[in-house]
Each structure stands twice: as structure tokens, then as C-alpha cells.
């Protein structure tokens, strides 16, 4: 039995959870989210929580059972809590700033970099060297995060880029003279 496919999610007061032919909705104060999931799992609700169960012990439900579970549990911390990433710009003269709804960045290139906000996701711009990044789609959290990174990595001699908050980069040593 899969360690995570067998935990309930706990429905929160204020989040509605649906089930249509092979289709998950949940609503919430922050928006709503759908999910289609696979036959090989079912999904029931009881009272204040959801339970994910397999139809059969084959190798592709066992690897569904937990991903829906938390696929789904995912989502109802999103329409309740919603999720935040920060990121951090490391370098002389990288700068950001939030210009309409776009977010214009300084990274050391000949012209700005302009990057559409998507809809669902909160950009501020704290000190114009930290991004706070919010949202309520986790998935669609993490590939802004990363689309936005992707303009400039971090790099392993100065440590120049953009980084997560809590991402270590690993530094490496320079030439070094040999006398």
C-alpha cells in the first residue's frame, strides 16, 4: 500500500470538493482548480475528507495512488492557503521591478528582460533584488519560478543569478596564479 496514497485529505472549512465522471473540482476562497485523474484509482468523499483507493494492484495504479492523492491534496491547500515561493537576484546591477502587468528585469543583457505575469500568479517586488512569488496552482507556481530563473541562472564563480531563497549553489575556486 503506498505510504502517501493512504493518508485522507482533510477538507477545509470553506473548500468544496466535486467529483464529475473523471473529473476533480475544487473551489475555494482563492479560486478553483480541476484535475482529471486516471481509471485505475477512485476517489471518495466522506464528510471532511477525501479518499483515494486503487482498483487494482497493477504497477501503473500503484504509481497513480499516491499521485492523485496528492495531486488533490495540493489543491486544496492551494484554494485555502496558497503557495509562495521567493527568489533571489544576486548581482552588481540585477535589479526587478513591476512595470504594469509585466515584471521588467536588469540581468546584465544589452536590453531589459520583460516577462508577462500569468493570471493566477502575484509578483511583488521587495528591496529590487527579491521576488515573492505567489499563487494558488502550485504547478503553475513552480514553472513561473522557473521560466523566470531560467533568464539568468546562478553561476558557480561569483554566484551571479537568480536563485531560489533556500537553493545552495555550489561555488568553485578561480584560476589561481602558479609561481
Same mark, same amino acid.
Given at each position: 500500500? +503506498? ?5 485522507? =485529505?482533510?477538507?477545509? *472549512? ?7 465522471? /473523471? ?6 476562497? &482563492?479560486?478553483?482548480?480541476? #484535475?482529471?485523474?486516471?481509471?485505475? =484509482?477512485?476517489?471518495?468523499? $466522506? ?6 483507493? &486503487?482498483?487494482?494492484? +497493477?504497477?501503473?495504479?500503484? +504509481?497513480? $495512488?499516491?499521485?492523485?492523492? #496528492? ?9 485555502? @492557503? ?9 548581482? =552588481?546591477?540585477? @535589479? ?5 502587468? /509585466?515584471?521588467?528585469? /536588469?540581468?546584465?543583457?544589452? /536590453?531589459?528582460?520583460? !516577462? ?17 512569488? +505567489?499563487? !494558488? *496552482?502550485? #504547478?503553475?507556481?513552480? #514553472? =513561473?519560478?522557473?521560466?523566470? &530563473? ?6 558557480? !564563480? ?9 537553493? $545552495?549553489? &555550489? @561555488? ?8
Amino acid at each position: 500500500m +503506498s505510504r502517501i496514497g493512504k493518508i485522507p =485529505v482533510g477538507i477545509p *472549512d470553506g473548500v468544496k470538493l466535486s467529483i464529475e465522471g /473523471n473529473l476533480v473540482t475544487v473551489v475555494g476562497p &482563492r479560486g478553483t482548480l480541476k #484535475q482529471e485523474y486516471r481509471p485505475e =484509482v477512485e476517489i471518495n468523499i $466522506h464528510e471532511k475528507e477525501c479518499i483515494i483507493n &486503487r482498483r487494482n494492484e +497493477s504497477k501503473l495504479a500503484r +504509481s497513480m $495512488h499516491g499521485l492523485y492523492r #496528492q495531486l488533490i491534496a495540493n489543491m486544496v491547500i492551494g484554494v485555502s @492557503r496558497g503557495f509562495t515561493k521567493v527568489l533571489l537576484i544576486n548581482g =552588481v546591477g540585477y @535589479r526587478a521591478e513591476i512595470s504594469g502587468d /509585466n515584471l521588467v528585469m /536588469n540581468l546584465g543583457y544589452s /536590453n531589459p528582460i520583460e !516577462y508577462p505575469i500569468p493570471e493566477g500568479i502575484e509578483i511583488k517586488v521587495e528591496e529590487n533584488t527579491r521576488l515573492v512569488v +505567489s499563487g !494558488y *496552482d502550485k #504547478q503553475k507556481l513552480g #514553472q =513561473v519560478c522557473a521560466e523566470v &530563473r531560467s533568464f539568468r541562472p546562478p553561476e558557480p !564563480y561569483k554566484g551571479k543569478g537568480i536563485r531560489y531563497e533556500n537553493e $545552495h549553489v &555550489r @561555488r568553485k575556486i578561480g584560476k589561481s596564479a602558479i609561481k
